[in-house]
């Protein structure tokens, strides 16, 4: 695989991106002088205090991903999931985040407020092209599946700390981090029973806007059946995510093993 790129994937490369993107987006979000919790106070609130990072970041992953030359692993599976039923995860999350919209108070919304909100979209292309991409393009040159999962599950929610110092409390900080551990776990099946990153973009992009404009816009009581069902996917995804580590081995493969 390796030889076929600009830059050979390693591990430093891979952490070294991931922590370049944390310290990018606490730059700008400092820069933008919005505390954490008052970014649903407004359009613009939301625009300086993060939709301009995300904006920036795009463009930088981007670059960064092209001076690589990383594009193809960090988007597509070698080889997928052996096991296609974990996609249930996956599945009832994106049936969850439809959910929340159908319950959200969309009159609670401006048009200023609703166009920075739609910028939040963009947060499923940086962390998962952070976390899920290149960290685990960079990790799979030197560990097996499971660290894989497990290390890019815990930088995708190490990531989010950087709340505490944009203002957000360091109890919900620290349930935002449990949280999103298990929401990368959910990501991280998407990509390999799918063989396309691009899918966990998607639900990525789609779970954080519709939790955000639940949260911005009021969600009616059901939404706690929502949070409690939520819990319950996390819960099978905990146990699904074992099942992926083994790849689909396709007839090619078997002749090409049968032959060696």
Request: aromatic share 12%; hydrophobic share 55%.
């Amino acid at each position: 695989m390796s030889t076929a790129l600009r830059v050979k994937p390693q591990v430093w490369i891979g952490a070294v991106v991931w922590a370049g993107y944390v310290v990018l987006m606490l730059l700008l979000q400092k820069l933008g002088d919005v505390p954490y919790p008052d970014l649903d106070k407004s359009g613009s609130n939301l625009f300086f205090g993060v939709g301009i990072s995300l904006i920036v970041a795009t463009v930088v992953i981007a670059c960064v991903t092209t001076g690589l030359g990383w594009w193809g692993p960090v988007l597509r599976e070698p080889m997928n999931s052996r096991h296609r039923w974990p996609i249930i995860v996956p599945i009832l999350t994106a049936a969850l985040s439809l959910a929340n919209l159908a319950i959200t108070d969309w009159s609670s919304y401006d048009l200023a407020f609703l166009g920075a909100s739609i910028v939040l979209l963009l947060v499923g292309f940086t962390e998962e092209m952070t976390t899920r991409g290149l960290l685990l393009v960079g990790l799979r040159s030197r560990v097996g599946e499971m660290w894989v999962w497990l290390f890019t599950s815990l930088a995708f929610a190490l990531m989010h700390l950087i709340n505490a110092l944009a203002g957000q409390s360091f109890a919900a900080t620290a349930e935002q981090v449990v949280v999103t551990f298990f929401a990368g776990t959910i990501f991280y099946i998407c990509r390999r029973v799918t063989g396309r990153l691009v899918w966990s973009m998607v639900l990525h992009g789609l779970w954080d806007f519709a939790t955000f404009a639940a949260g911005h816009g009021g969600r009616a009581p059901i939404g706690a059946l929502v949070n409690l069902l939520y819990l319950l996917v996390c819960v099978i995804g905990l146990v699904a995510v074992w099942s992926t580590f083994s790849n689909h081995v396709t007839a090619a493969d078997t002749d090409m093993t049968t032959s060696a």
